[in-house]
């Protein structure tokens, strides 16, 4: 054999051993070609959000629901953005443990707040999420309402002892006239006589400048004919005498508001005595 004939020989071997291979059949679930050296990390389901609406309800109250709530979930809070009116908030927790997160985006205004809540987790997890949430955030509220018993329970034997609380769903007629109640118990356990007057209460709402309660005449005014059902209770100028108590409800605006202010006068010496609680 020739030297020339030698050499075509072993090109066209070369080329048929570098020919099409036949191709390995692939089971379900196998990688794809020339991804069979890659490692796949953890995987995660699309996410699921929970959304908690909270109707006439503070920023300052929202911020701190939504922290309970994702605490009780088991995340440690890594970062805690306040919400504002037109300004959302943004509260993440982690769980380093579990290799998860929770983020809840709080959005507030003068009509309360919203929480819309989103984790990731495994996928049996992640699933259960939006009812795990909702569960979480009715413990909370349920505590922070056992914790306001007691505390109502454990207050001083003397002073001015003072309770207000919005009545946040109250009847449908107040809601239909766009007012909310807040109620109001004053125990006089002083040896001294006070005045209240509802001109002296201020309440600040999230946006917009200080209201004051609506008179008992301004309410049936707006109700009409049915004027009863929604001024019964509802707080006149008054005298608190020592021992006394006075108890009933101050209308306003139906808003979520952030702060109220009280200020009660000492009937002798016509001093006054201020009580801010904020919402």
Request: charged content about 30%; proline content about 8%; some cysteine.
């Amino acid at each position: 054999m020739t030297p020339r004939s030698s050499t075509v020989l072993l090109l066209c071997c070369a080329l048929l051993a570098c020919g099409p291979q036949p191709r390995v059949p692939r089971g379900p679930g196998s990688a794809p070609p020339g991804n069979e050296a890659k490692s796949s990390g953890p995987s995660f389901c699309p996410s699921r959000s929970a959304v908690v609406e909270i109707p006439l309800v503070s920023c300052r109250e929202a911020n701190r629901l939504a922290i309970q709530t994702v605490k009780r979930l088991g995340f440690r809070i890594v970062e805690a953005r306040k919400a504002e009116p037109g300004s959302p908030g943004a509260i993440v927790g982690e769980n380093s443990g579990e290799k998860s997160s929770a983020r809840v985006e709080v959005r507030c205004s003068e009509k309360g707040a919203v929480l819309e809540a989103t984790s990731r987790e495994s996928c049996t997890r992640q699933l259960s999420f939006p009812s795990r949430f909702r569960e979480a955030y009715d413990a909370v509220v349920s505590a922070r309402r056992a914790s306001a018993a007691r505390e109502k329970e454990s207050r001083p034997q003397s002073g001015l002892l003072i309770d207000l609380r919005p009545v946040r769903n109250g009847r449908e007629e107040w809601a239909s006239l766009g007012l909310m109640a807040v109620r109001l118990e004053v125990e006089n356990r002083t040896d001294r006589s006070y005045v209240f007057d509802p001109a002296r209460v201020s309440f600040y709402p999230e946006a917009g400048s200080r209201v004051r309660p609506l008179s008992v005449e301004e309410v049936s005014r707006k109700l009409g004919t049915e004027k009863a059902a929604v001024t019964t209770g509802a707080l006149r100028k008054s005298r608190i005498p020592p021992a006394g108590r006075l108890e009933g409800y101050l209308f306003v605006p139906r808003f979520a508001y952030r702060k109220v202010r009280l200020m009660l006068e000492d009937e002798e010496s016509g001093e006054s005595e201020g009580y801010t609680k904020s919402f």
